[in-house]
């Protein structure tokens, strides 16, 4: 069981030795994204993502990537609807420097006005980018609609008009706001002693926490322009929508929203689930829809959690003339599903590929510690991967049955980001008008 403590400054810290391996992985991460920004800050987590890369106190952009660079690790970040992240995988034997490093990033940033403003064109052609790729701009224009008029549907990294309007001085601001050793998390896994790791970070904290205080002070703008929106259950826009794009393939995204999951092993019940439905290459849509009928290259489900909502999706990819004939095995194979439930059979190689999937990937430090932190900011716990593959092998055919049955009966948004003629889907039932 990896070690779980609150530290002096109020991160809460996740520890998990491996001893037979040669790498550390550190995440540390925010429990803040996208959904939790205001108007007037649309992109803004997105944005410092980019510039904690470009300057500390103590490195400038160079001297950063250096520190990671040349032990053959890597360094990294992401934002997401929910979260922020901050990441590095490096030998063994450099965690405790990139460690320092990857905290000071984190809490000791100083956002150089002449990167900023590069860092701005990146961004802006970042967004460019994502509309010249019909993958992404269907996902895009899909939540949009899905969570229609609610933080949680918007662009992650913002839209061009956005990112235009800021200022380093006012993204400054709101980094020194939201950006917090006390409200932070970090996970660490790898060759260390969980008890010196906490030690070490502890005293790391602390030396940041003081420091950032002498330096940075009260600098900022007024506090209502930093303030960020708390989470609130996303309402789901059940609709069928067609777009017309350019691309040579239609793409078809099917989504379900439930409640996320209580627990540990209700998160894991539902990747069961996932690998019947499409997690795999023996999956029923796969199986059904490429290797039966030869009707795609690409399809697959994916169960998806936020901070207060989790998504069934289903994802397809299709050519124009085989599109209606791929949405009625897809929509057969749902009914299917709830009718008949999985066979025995299904239910024991999804079992069996999950447990699987986890004892891989243990071997993985990024993989113990991202998942350490998802479980804890989901479930309050973080359960070794021993307890997560008992907890799999306590799964009943029955539980599975049941859930199946619940999957059919949800409510699906569908939406088509495609070649096809809209009026050809609209007459045979595939979309309903708005």
Known sequence: ???LLKSAAGTMLAA???????????????????????????????FIEHMVFKGTISK?????????????????????????????????????YACTTLLEMAFLSIFPEDEFEKEKIVILSEILQTEDDPEELAHEHFFRLFWKDQPI??????????????????LFSF??????????????????????????????LTRITSLRQKLFGTI?????????????SAVPHIFS????????????????????????????????MNEIIGGSTISRLFQSLREKEGL????????????????????????????????????DEVKKLSKGYPSAMEFEDARSRVAGLLQLASEDTDFRQRRMARSYFAHGTTEGIEQELALVQSIEYDEVCSAASDFGSLNRARFVFGTAKEKELLKRGYLEHE
């Open 1 to 3: 069981m990896p070690l």
């Open 16 to 46: 998990d030795s491996m001893p037979n391996a040669s790498s550390v992985s550190i995440g540390l991460w925010l429990p803040y994204g996208s959904r939790n920004e205001k108007p007037q800050n649309r992109g803004f987590f997105h």
């Open 60 to 96: 400038n952009a160079q001297a950063l990537a250096r520190t990671f660079e040349r032990t053959g690790g890597f360094v990294n970040a992401f934002t997401e609807r929910s979260t922020t992240c901050f990441h590095c995988t490096i030998p063994a034997k450099e965690w405790k």
């Open 153 to 170: 549907g918007l662009p992650i990294a913002g839209e061009l008009a956005d990112i235009q309007t800021i200022s380093r001085e006012k």
């Open 175 to 204: 980094y020194l706001e939201q950006f917090k050793p006390e409200i932070s998390f970090i996970s660490i896994a790898g060759a260390i002693d969980e008890n010196e790791a906490a030690r070490f970070v502890e005293a790391e």
């Open 220 to 232: 900022g703008l007024a506090a209502e322009n930093c303030e960020i929106i708390a989470p609130v």
């Open 241 to 272: 929508a067609y777009e017309k794009n350019h691309a040579s393939l239609s793409y078809v995204i099917q989504c379900m929203q439930v409640p996320p999951p209580q627990n540990v092993r209700r998160y894991l019940l539902n990747a069961l």
């Open 296 to 331: 795609c290259y690409t399809v697959f489900s994916s169960f998806e959690t936020e901070t207060l909502e989790a998504l069934w999706i289903i994802h397809l990819q299709t050519g124009g003339k085989q599109l209606t004939r791929a949405l009625d095995v897809l929509d």
